[in-house]
């Protein structure tokens, strides 16, 4: 697992570490210690942790002018024992909701797990986004599935032109243009 790195080509368009209205601003990272682990496995020192045991986020993009955000995530992501979800809404979502963001695009292809409880965070975040959305692109169908089995697609975008494999070779902006076009198609 140390060897899966956060999507790193857009560190020329953004650094949520120096990014002031970020929930990361002014960490340091120190790129030969390895600290983090995931149920005793090592994993490179770029992912940020907000509080979960096994889940681990980087803020890829954020454009608070447009108003969306790109975050990337690998572990497990485990509402039943650990309350990823809340954890996540507290420390990150809400963070970026007072900033204006209401759009988020969330890679899920380095979420190797998910163990669900009940949807209430993800209906308050939901609610709270009011005229944007949250997609989850590249999610493992296996994810998607137990994401379903929670009622959770009713609140996150998920599956079919979801899954866009060519996601790093666009520019950010332009990843976001193709995912909100994809989902104003799937409002009308």
């Known amino acids: 697992m140390h060897e899966i790195?956060?999507?790193?080509?857009?560190?020329q368009y953004y650094d949520s570490s120096i990014d002031e209205r970020s929930p990361f601003h002014g960490?340091?990272?120190n790129y030969d210690l390895y600290t983090d682990t995931i149920y005793g496995y090592y994993i490179d020192p770029a992912w940020d942790s907000f509080g979960s045991e096994t889940l681990y986020i980087k803020i890829l993009y954020a454009d608070y002018n447009l108003?969306?955000?790109?975050?990337e995530f690998i572990g497990e992501w485990n509402d039943t024992l650990y309350n990823d979800i809340?954890?996540?809404?507290?420390?990150?979502?809400?963070?970026?909701?007072a900033e204006g963001v209401n759009k988020f695009i969330i890679i899920?292809?380095?979420?190797?797990?998910?163990?669900?409880s009940d949807d209430s965070y993800y209906e308050e975040w939901f609610d709270e986004v009011e005229d944007g959305w949250i997609a989850a692109v590249n999610f493992p169908e296996f994810i998607q599935q137990e994401f379903k089995?929670?009622?959770?697609?009713?609140?996150i975008n998920m599956g079919g032109t979801l899954q866009i494999p060519q996601w790093r070779t666009l520019v950010p902006i332009r990843f976001f243009e193709l995912v909100n076009a994809?989902?104003?198609r799937r409002l009308s």
């Open 108 to 116: 899920g292809e380095s979420i190797f797990n998910f163990h669900g």
């Open 5 to 11: 790195e956060p999507h790193y080509n857009w560190l």
């Open 67 to 71: 108003g969306f955000t790109v975050l």
């Open 149 to 155: 089995k929670y009622h959770l697609d009713s609140y």
């Open 182 to 184: 994809l989902i104003q």
């Open 86 to 97: 809340m954890t996540l809404k507290r420390n990150v979502i809400e963070l970026m909701l």
């Open 27 to 29: 960490k340091e990272y």
